[in-house]
């Protein structure tokens, strides 16, 4: 999906988690079409994405390790991290509405949240004069 140039991400480097299918391929695409670096990082990892992606990480973004490594490897290849697309979701082996009237947790799992916040946050001073406000 191209957008006629409307928006220029030339020298952009965007993480999208969960990038492999559905709407985060949809993003991801669109990022390329708008000449980003994309990097897409999932559970499963084909070669079918590296239409739309520079580089392609296997992540489980419930895992500290996976994404301290995956944050690590975005940052020796490209030196920056402008954008993070956090799109990869959590499946739940049962219903959303449970017929016996059990509580359900239907709220995100915030731990996955933090683990990527905080491995962004500490891969900025990793190189100097990024993470700033309209840079």
Same mark, same amino acid.
């Given at each position: 999906m191209s957008t006629s140039g409307w928006l220029d991400l030339g020298k952009k480097v965007v993480i999208v988690t969960g990038g492999m299918s559905g709407i985060g391929a949809q993003i991801a695409k669109t990022l390329h079409a708008n000449n980003a670096t994309v990097v897409v990082c999932d559970l499963d990892i084909n070669e079918e994405a590296k239409s739309y992606a520079s580089l392609? !990480?296997?992540?489980?973004?419930?895992?500290?390790?996976?994404?301290?490594?995956? !944050?690590?490897?975005? !940052?020796?290849e490209y030196h920056q991290i402008d954008a993070l697309v956090n799109n990869a979701g959590v499946n739940r082996p049962r219903l959303l509405v449970d017929y016996y009237k059990r509580t359900i947790n239907t709220r995100p799992p915030r731990r996955i949240l933090i683990l990527l916040s905080t491995s962004i946050k500490r891969a900025v001073p990793l190189h100097p004069g990024r993470g700033k406000a309209n840079d």
């Amino acid at each position: 999906m191209s957008t006629s140039g409307w928006l220029d991400l030339g020298k952009k480097v965007v993480i999208v988690t969960g990038g492999m299918s559905g709407i985060g391929a949809q993003i991801a695409k669109t990022l390329h079409a708008n000449n980003a670096t994309v990097v897409v990082c999932d559970l499963d990892i084909n070669e079918e994405a590296k239409s739309y992606a520079s580089l392609l !990480i296997k992540c489980n973004i419930a895992n500290k390790a996976d994404v301290d490594a995956m !944050i690590r490897t975005v !940052i020796d290849e490209y030196h920056q991290i402008d954008a993070l697309v956090n799109n990869a979701g959590v499946n739940r082996p049962r219903l959303l509405v449970d017929y016996y009237k059990r509580t359900i947790n239907t709220r995100p799992p915030r731990r996955i949240l933090i683990l990527l916040s905080t491995s962004i946050k500490r891969a900025v001073p990793l190189h100097p004069g990024r993470g700033k406000a309209n840079d």
